[in-house]
Every structure is written in C-alpha cells, then in structure tokens.
C-alpha cells in the first residue's frame, strides 16, 4: 500500500508543479466544512449522501411540517379561536404528523436514542429560528 501512497503522492506533487490546480473553484477561499457532530455516527454517511442528493430524511421532513402547523396552533389559542374548525383541523394534522414521526422512530430504532434526540432538538431550534 506504501507504494500507492507514494505514487499518488507523486502525481499530485507533479500536478501542483504544472499548474492543474491553479483555477479550480474556491481557490483561496477557505473550506466549508459541515459540522456533524449533532448526527448519530452511524447515520452520518447516509445523512450526506441524501444531503448531497437534496434529500431530506423523512423524519426530518415530518418535524419540518409540524413547526408551522405548531405554531398556526398557537396563534389560535392566543386569539381565543379554541373552539373554531380550524383549530381541530390543524391539531388534527398536527396528531395525523406526530404519529406518523413516532412510528418512523421506532421502526427505525430511533425512538429511545438520545443522540438522535438531541439531533431533533437542534433541527428544531434550527427551524424555529428560521421563522424568526
């Protein structure tokens, strides 16, 4: 294997001496580097693919529609709507949702991992924030 390395080495050193790298993007801006130490080890690969792919795991996605139904929840009990048909229908969206997020959870073995939840809370936070 030494003598891949040493080859490899060889050919980027020789690139570098001839300019091949001189006109990628981002040359001279720093890296963006993600900070994924809020995602379980064992999802973090598959997390970045469907990152890369524009993909949302599903429970992320089902967290994601529960803030604004939360919050048009809210806004409904601070106008004194309690009683009103939307408000059931949104909590009832609301409910359809949380079910739905729970039984992904435990299907997924996700439901008693405290990693994962700490991950949740700062989706949330993250969410939230957005609205702001």
Same mark, same amino acid.
């Given at each position: 294997?030494?003598?891949?390395?040493?080859?490899?080495?060889?050919?980027?050193?020789? #690139?570098?001496?001839?300019? +091949?790298?001189?006109? $990628?993007?981002?040359?001279?801006? !720093? &890296? *963006?580097?993600?900070?994924?130490?809020?995602?379980?080890?064992?999802?973090?690969?598959?997390?970045?693919?469907?990152?890369? #792919?524009?993909?949302?795991? +599903?429970?992320?996605? $089902?967290?994601?529609?529960?803030? !604004? &139904? *939360?919050?048009?929840?809210?806004?409904?009990?601070?106008?004194?709507?309690?009683?009103?048909?939307?408000?059931?229908?949104?909590?009832?969206?609301?409910?359809?949702?949380?079910?739905?997020?729970?039984?992904?959870?435990?299907?997924?073995?996700?439901?008693?991992?405290?990693?994962?939840?700490?991950?949740?809370?700062?989706?949330?936070?993250?969410?939230?924030?957005?609205?702001?």
């Amino acid at each position: 294997m030494a003598i891949l390395s040493w080859l490899a080495e060889q050919r980027i050193q020789e #690139a570098m001496r001839s300019g +091949e790298f001189a006109n $990628l993007p981002g040359h001279g801006k !720093p &890296l *963006e580097l993600e900070d994924l130490s809020g995602v379980p080890e064992d999802l973090r690969m598959s997390y970045k693919i469907m990152k890369n #792919a524009g993909l949302l795991p +599903e429970e992320v996605s $089902l967290r994601a529609e529960c803030v !604004p &139904l *939360e919050e048009l929840l809210a806004a409904c009990h601070r106008s004194g709507n309690s009683d009103s048909g939307e408000r059931k229908e949104l909590e009832s969206k609301l409910s359809l949702k949380r079910l739905r997020l729970q039984v992904l959870l435990q299907e997924r073995g996700l439901d008693g991992s405290a990693a994962y939840m700490d991950y949740g809370d700062k989706i949330r936070q993250r969410l939230e924030g957005m609205d702001e």
